[in-house]
């Protein structure tokens, strides 16, 4: 029961802190291959993920959660901004 509760605890843990950016199949371009899709997003999310850097208040709490979603909702248009700027729409 003990392995049970932990576990549960460690996915908690990690999936709060990840960036959801859409699924691949969200992203259309007619020349693109499946390959070439991975790439873009690869390079879209590295480039995306320091435009989402927000100061660190220090105070936690409302003001913090406040900064994550900030912080999220940047690198988010930035992604996307990205993969339109390399010619995907949304599909």
């Known amino acids: 029961m003990r392995n049970v ?51 660190d208040l220090l105070v936690g709490g409302i003001l913090d959660t406040a900064r994550v979603w900030i912080g999220q909702t940047i690198v988010s248009h930035a992604y996307a901004s990205c993969m339109e700027t390399r010619g995907y729409r949304r599909g």
């Open 5 to 55: 509760v932990l576990a549960l605890g460690l996915l908690a843990a990690t999936t709060g802190c990840t960036t959801y950016l859409g699924r691949p199949e969200q992203w259309k371009q007619p020349s693109a291959s499946m390959q070439q899709l991975t790439f873009d997003e690869h390079r879209c999310h590295e480039a995306s993920l320091s435009a989402g850097r927000t100061p």
